[in-house]
């Protein structure tokens, strides 16, 4: 108990200590000063938000460049948007953005009852399916209930403090109970894990799943159906203001709008277009 108790105790001071570098304006402050800075701290996903070559590029930073914008058309303020840091670790991510006032975590963070206890989030900025991936060399599987024939022997690796987790505990009760589960810190692991590996599967976004087409990597989507498809949003800490003007800028009405479809079409690709709404 003793041990545990420090290596939890070290844990949270790893995670204060990582807090620390990351430090922005509230809303108030920037709509009364007339300008300001909003941080941002992300993780890396394809066609969402990605540093490529030092600049940083994807859906997410289009729209918080449009946010910008509507700062200064609605409210008069200038409004900088600062990207502070990556986080290449998603649980880490999840409570840097949780714990940190005043910074807006980015990236593809499903929208759950759960997170709404402990975090903020904005309205949704896209709507994504889950998908069930593997090696390419892996056979087909086309409904769930053929999971322990089709991938006897396989184990299932889901990114801690995913939603995915409940995905595969649900899959795993339902219909393979055998079944062994293990964890990775990041989707690259995952994806770097199913392309090396022919007896491991996984449930992702559908929003991950494009980073795997464009590097043409040797993994598979199946064609089973995974349920409801997620709302993902931009998470902040519950001491932020910053979801005020959230709520006013990301409407239904802009993701109806051809800007935000030019945005989809040109970071994720028109053949995207109508599978992440």
Known sequence: MKYFSLVLLSFVFSISSIAQKYT???????????????????????GLIQNVNGKMKGVCVDILSDFAEYIKAKHGANLTINYAGEEHDFSTFLKVSQSTPNILGVTNTSITDERKKIMKFSPPFMTTQLVLLTNQKTP?????????????????????GST????????????????NVVYAPSSESVIKNLSSNTKV?????????????????????????LGSAE???????????WDQVWNEFLTTDYRKSVRYKKII?????????????
């Open 24 to 46: 922005g304006d509230s809303w108030s402050k920037v709509k009364s000063k007339g300008s300001g800075m909003l941080t941002i701290v992300y993780y890396d996903q394809a």
């Open 140 to 160: 087909a599987l086309t409904k769930l209930e053929d999971l322990p024939k089709t991938f006897q022997g396989f184990t299932a690796q889901v990114i801690t």
């Open 164 to 179: 995915h987790v409940k995905y595969i505990d649900k899959i795993k009760k339902q219909y393979y109970p055998q079944l």
């Open 201 to 225: 599967f996984s449930i992702l976004d559908f929003t991950e799943y494009v980073g795997v087409v464009r590097k043409k990597l040797p993994v598979k989507r199946h064609d089973v159906d």
């Open 231 to 241: 709302e993902l949003g931009f998470i902040m800490a519950k001491q932020t203001d």
């Open 265 to 277: 079409a040109d970071n994720l690709g028109s053949t995207f277009l109508n599978l992440v709404r």
